[in-house]
Nanobody
């Protein structure tokens, strides 16, 4: 069974930094792009950024210049480095990935990790 497991969330002061990670486990053939989404209370889940297997990245305008996504293909892990955090970044952060396994592509989500920024 394929799973995505996030870690590294927590409480941080405004202006601080935090890194969250997401590791894929189980049996699969290939991971295409991996992405981070976030969902604040009472709001929809929004894309934060994504990274392809070739390390190309794309970010939401709200986090450009502050957040960095990186990926370790050998470890099947994606990271989200968040700098200059502010209260608006408070949300549950979810890992997302498209994984090829058993001759088909499937979309997977992690369970989410809470990031809280105190002002």
């Amino acid at each position: 069974q394929v799973r995505l497991v996030e870690s590294g969330g927590g409480l941080v002061q405004a202006g601080g930094s935090l890194t969250v990670s997401c590791a894929a486990s189980g049996r699969f053939d290939y991971i295409d792009f991996m992405a981070w989404y976030r969902q604040a209370p009472g709001k929809q889940r929004d894309l934060v950024g994504k990274i392809t297997s070739g390390q190309s990245t794309d970010y939401a305008d709200s986090v450009k210049g502050r957040f960095t996504i990186s990926r370790d293909n050998a470890q099947n892990t994606v990271y989200l480095r968040m700098n200059s955090l502010n209260a608006e970044d408070t949300a549950v952060y979810y890992c997302n990935a498209y994984i090829y396994q058993g001759r088909q592509w499937d979309e997977y989500w992690g369970q989410g990790t809470q990031v809280t920024v105190s002002s």
